[in-house]
């Protein structure tokens, strides 16, 4: 496993933006597959965005397409995710994560490095 530290998340008005930052230790980052992850209370957590080891494949879930990029960078050991027209329904504690080989990005089951999470808060 990965130890894994989200920042970048508050408060923004709809329509804004935010940048969330994932630093990973270790320095064998770029074997890790990268995601984000999202959780309102009382519901499961949702696949937001993934991302390869060498950044060339890269899926969303489609309540975010076009609106949220995911990017890493090997060499600082670090995953961002950059949320653009941000709407009170994107409103969630965002989690990084990591795997070196997971079956299914979209399921949380297959991560099983999980940061601490980033509270994101939209208001309308």
């Known amino acids: 496993q990965v130890k894994l530290v989200e920042s970048g998340g508050g408060l923004v008005q709809a329509g804004g933006s935010l940048r969330l930052s994932c630093g990973a230790s270790g320095r064998s980052f770029m074997t890790y597959f990268m995601g984000w992850f999202r959780q309102v209370p009382g519901k499961d957590s949702e696949f937001v965005a993934s991302i390869t080891r060498d950044g060339r494949s890269i899926d969303y879930a489609d309540s975010v397409k076009g609106r949220f990029t995911i990017s890493r960078d090997n060499a600082e050991n670090t995953v961002y995710l950059q949320m653009n027209s941000l709407k009170p329904e994107d409103t969630a504690v965002y989690h990084c994560?990591?795997?070196?080989?997971?079956?299914?990005?979209?399921?949380?089951?297959?991560?099983?490095?999980w940061g601490q999470g980033t509270q994101v808060t939209v208001s309308s």
């Open positions: 994560v990591a795997d070196r080989a997971p079956i299914n990005y979209a399921l949380r089951g297959s991560f099983d490095s």
